[in-house]
């Protein structure tokens, strides 16, 4: 992929921190909170994958997994996983996603997002 394909990654990923924050405050999160994040990657193929599952484990301590779906000739690959519980606020957010795309650029893999249970 181009580097304009993950600096447009990056760009919506940072956009949609500002919402996700918004929102997780109405829920009653403050940068207090220890907050669990998960978060998945879509991979290329199943070497991209295991590539972007190594990379984490040995850069982090999260949870991190591969999964699979699809028939045998349109298997899709997605790396899953969770960190530990953590405080957050917007811009420890922004520098996370930052790390989190770029690890993905470095593996072929696209960031897809994040997510939490509140």
Request: glycine share 6%.
């Amino acid at each position: 992929m181009t580097v304009e394909h993950y600096e447009q990654i990056l760009a919506t990923q940072l956009a949609m921190n500002r919402q996700t924050w918004a929102v997780l405050q109405q829920h009653g999160v403050t940068e207090q909170s220890r907050l669990r994040l998960d978060f998945s990657y879509n991979a290329p193929n199943r070497k991209a994958a295991d590539a972007m599952a190594a990379l984490i484990q040995e850069q982090t301590d999260y949870d991190v997994r591969v999964e699979s779906s699809g028939s045998f000739l349109r298997r899709e690959w997605r790396v899953e996983g969770a960190t530990q519980k953590t405080a957050i606020s917007p811009e420890i957010l922004d520098q996370w996603v930052t790390w989190m795309v770029t690890a993905g650029k470095e593996r072929a893999c696209d960031f897809d997002g994040w997510g939490t249970p509140v």
